[in-house]
């Protein structure tokens, strides 16, 4: 079946600028995140929803990030006035809802690479 | 304060030469650990759950345990298509599936 998908898969944006990021999970996956890698880092946890409620949004780095999963489904992470510091590949996750006590795998996207300019 | 870390930074290999991957970490009440492979452009495949200490899966020629502290992935005469970088990750304590990283170990092999 049809992974995690995200888009743009690059955006180039200037600094100051407005940008807004899709994803679209895998199907049935009730648990959606958000997550931020640096170069030659492991992921950052950005922020979690599960169905359309957003449940954490504690690592979202700063009130210029806005997540959004309006109906449960494609969810889309917004930065406003971007910065340079911004910059960095934006991973979405998606995984079905933890069962008998475990949690479940996430299934990642391939990402969009943000770069400001 | 929960941390994973792994160990080494890179690794090199030449085909046919097994060797293990190490992710140690620091968490209450562990909820699964989950190893990762990432290619480069492209975002973490899903390779192993683990859950309790003593458990072992296998893939190929991947095999991941786990500890009450560490995990290992043993890769078994690698070959040059299993270069890529290793990640693992575990759930952050207090809930949800929010999980931290650990900075992986980038894996060469080398015909």
């Known amino acids: 079946g049809a992974g995690v998908s995200q888009s743009p898969r690059y955006k180039v944006a200037k600094r100051g600028q407005d940008v807004a990021l899709r994803c679209d999970p895998i199907s049935g996956h009730v648990s959606l995140f958000w997550y931020q890698q640096a170069l030659g880092q492991g992921p950052e946890f950005l922020t979690y929803?599960?169905?359309?409620?957003?449940?954490?949004k504690s690592g979202l780095p700063s009130d210029r990030f806005f997540a959004e999963r309006p109906e449960g489904s494609v969810s889309t992470l917004k930065i406003q006035r971007t910065q340079q510091e911004d910059s960095a590949v934006y991973l979405c996750?998606?995984?079905?809802?933890?069962?008998?006590?475990?949690?479940?795998?996430?299934?990642f996207g391939d990402g969009t690479r943000l770069s400001i300019l | 304060e929960d941390q994973v870390t792994q160990s080494p930074e890179a690794l090199r290999l030449q085909e046919g030469e097994s060797s293990s991957l190490n992710c140690s970490y620091t968490?209450?009440?562990?909820?699964?650990l989950f190893w990762y492979r990432q290619d480069p452009g492209k975002g973490p495949e899903f390779l192993f759950t683990l859950y309790s200490a003593g458990e072992e899966k296998e893939k190929e020629r991947l095999k991941a345990t786990l500890t009450k502290k560490e995990s290992f992935l043993h890769i078994t005469a690698p070959k040059p298509e299993d270069s890529a970088t290793y990640l693992c990750?575990?759930?952050?304590?207090?809930?949800?599936?929010?999980?931290?990283f650990g900075a992986g170990t980038r894996l060469a092999v080398h015909p």
């Open positions: 929803f599960q169905n359309e409620a957003q449940l954490d």
């Open positions: 968490v209450s009440g562990l909820r699964g």
């Open positions: 996750a998606s995984s079905l809802a933890r069962t008998g006590g475990r949690n479940q795998p996430q299934h």
């Open positions: 990750a575990v759930p952050f304590s207090g809930g949800y599936n929010k999980l931290i």
